[in-house]
């Protein structure tokens, strides 16, 4: 959330130094949080629908990340149209868009992501795991595996 909310203070003369710190805490975050993540998930069925789990866990890691760019964009985009409408600029060509109209459309796209970081933070404090009692019993032998099903 540090880093989204760097983000937001982006301006047309940031500079490189700014924006690498604030990428990298974006990074050490989502990497710290994909992890416990998946954990807590798969702690939470059966082992023997671990293989399952686990490919529903890879697609519910990279579905959202494909699906975050286009709403992204789309805020984004929002963001400049509407900043910039007062401006006439949405009916001039994209090159001759000032960077400060194109900075503020990042600040609207991260202002959203920060904030849907704050909700993501309060359903992690507020979810409870549930580890299903082949992880509870402490017997690390496990029963071969009939199938997936």
């Known amino acids: 959330m540090a880093g989204y909310f760097l983000m937001t203070r982006l301006h047309a003369d940031t500079g490189p130094g700014f924006i690498v710190l604030a990428l990298v805490l974006i990074g050490l975050g ?17 082992k ?27 805020v984004f985009l929002q963001g400049v149209i509407t900043i910039a409408k007062h401006e006439e600029v949405t009916r001039q060509a994209p090159k001759a868009i000032q960077m400060g109209i194109l900075a503020s459309g990042f600040d609207f796209a991260f202002l959203m992501s920060f904030i849907f970081g704050i909700f993501i933070l309060v359903l992690a404090i507020v979810t409870r795991p549930k580890v299903h009692p082949d992880y509870r019993d402490g017997d690390e032998e496990e029963t071969p595996g009939i199938g997936m099903i």
């Open 48 to 74: 023997k629908y671990g293989g399952m789990v686990s490919s529903l866990t890879s697609l519910e890691r990279f579905a959202p990340l494909t699906l975050g760019i286009a709403f992204f964009n789309l």
């Open 30 to 46: 989502l990497g710290t949080m994909m992890t416990p993540v998946s954990n807590v998930i798969m702690q939470s069925v059966s």
